[in-house]
């Protein structure tokens, strides 16, 4: 199992900036995908930016240009640096990791952390 711990979150006022963590523990070295993601009150849970083992990246139509995802290997860490916030950005934000265990794909995620943007 892969455990993780988002950090970071809180509130900014409109064009600020952000930097969201997320720290992964557990079964770490079978993690061959990252990703951040959101939901707002009311919305469905969509995609911010995804991260893989060969550093490939993908972003939300409305976050490209803002927001940028990366990762340090060597301590288990997810970052997602935000921005230019928007009021729309506003969201609970959580942190996903997908790992394969033998044939097995597994699907964690971390128990989210608010982002606040104030206009």
């Known amino acids: 199992q892969v455990r993780l711990v988002e950090s970071g979150g809180g509130l900014v006022e409109s064009g600020g900036s952000l930097r969201l963590s997320c720290t992964a523990s557990?079964?770490?070295?079978?993690?061959?995908?990252n990703g951040w993601y959101r939901q707002a009150p009311g919305k469905e849970r969509e995609l911010v930016a995804s991260?893989?083992?060969?550093?490939?990246?993908n972003y939300g139509d409305s976050v490209k240009g803002r927001f940028t995802i990366s990762r340090d290997n060597a301590k288990n860490t997810v970052d997602l640096q935000m921005n230019a916030l928007k009021p729309e950005d506003t969201a609970v934000y959580y942190c996903?990791?997908?790992?394969?265990?033998?044939?097995?794909?597994?699907?964690?995620w971390g128990q989210g952390t608010q982002v606040t943007v104030a206009s």
């Open positions: 996903n990791a997908q790992w394969q265990d033998g044939i097995l794909v597994h699907s964690d």
């Open positions: 991260i893989d083992t060969d550093n490939n990246t």
């Open positions: 557990g079964s770490t070295f079978n993690i061959y995908y």
